[in-house]
């Protein structure tokens, strides 16, 4: 979405809300993976907040307050809650308050269990800061959802499964058709096919 000049050929400002993803390109994952940390870890630390957000919180905050409050004020607060609620549940959800990240790199560990390790590795608390990772070089992506792998793939379908991953993320609840997805399945069908011929 729209990004706010700050200087003539400086960086531009991009808000939270702007942002569906994050990616980050690397040349050796191995060698700077920590520079992926630090910025994942910045990253992590923006929180968007969408209309239908707000909206639950402010009728969550006013719901709360009505407690202390002398009963006919108290009953009025709670029916704003209840509007607010309303509102809220007509809107369409967000996609988090969380950006997610992913690194690609062009190089980096000597097999994919060690690019896991990483991955699985990259918390700070409870906190994920690298969602994915698809090294180019050993055609390895992988992706995490909390602690747990929740996706995998190698050899010529691990860029597709990567812009799939991508695809979902930025389609979920919006397109119902994921192109990416369609074209893998397909070709995954097709070479099936072709072996089973006499």
């Known amino acids: 979405m729209c990004s706010f000049p700050q ?39 923006l ?37 607010l609620r309303a509102e809220a549940s007509a809107l369409p959800a967000g996609p988090g308050e969380s950006i997610p990240v992913y690194v690609v790199g ?5 097999n994919a269990k060690a690019l896991e390790k990483r991955l699985i590795g990259a918390m700070d608390g409870d906190v994920r800061l690298v969602d994915g990772v698809f090294q180019l070089n050993i055609q390895a992506w992988r992706c995490c959802h909390g602690t747990q792998l929740s996706q995998t793939a190698d050899g ?17 609840k919006v ?13 995954r069908e097709a070479r099936r096919k072709r072996s089973a011929a006499p």
């Open 156 to 172: 010529s379908v691990a860029m597709l499964t990567f812009i799939d991953a991508l695809e979902w993320y930025l389609n979920h």
């Open 106 to 110: 062009f190089c980096g560990w000597k």
């Open 175 to 187: 397109v119902p058709q994921r192109l990416a997805w369609s074209y893998l399945v397909q070709t």
């Open 47 to 83: 929180c968007r907040q969408f209309k239908r957000d707000a909206k639950l919180a402010d009728a969550a905050n006013l719901a709360s307050v009505a407690v202390n409050h002398e009963p006919k004020h108290a009953e009025q607060l709670r029916e704003i809650s209840r509007a």
């Open 7 to 45: 200087q003539e050929y400086a960086p531009r400002l991009f808000l939270a809300e702007t942002v569906a993803v994050a990616i980050e390109v690397k040349s050796n994952l191995q060698s700077q993976w920590p520079e992926v940390l630090r910025t994942a870890r910045q990253v992590k630390k």
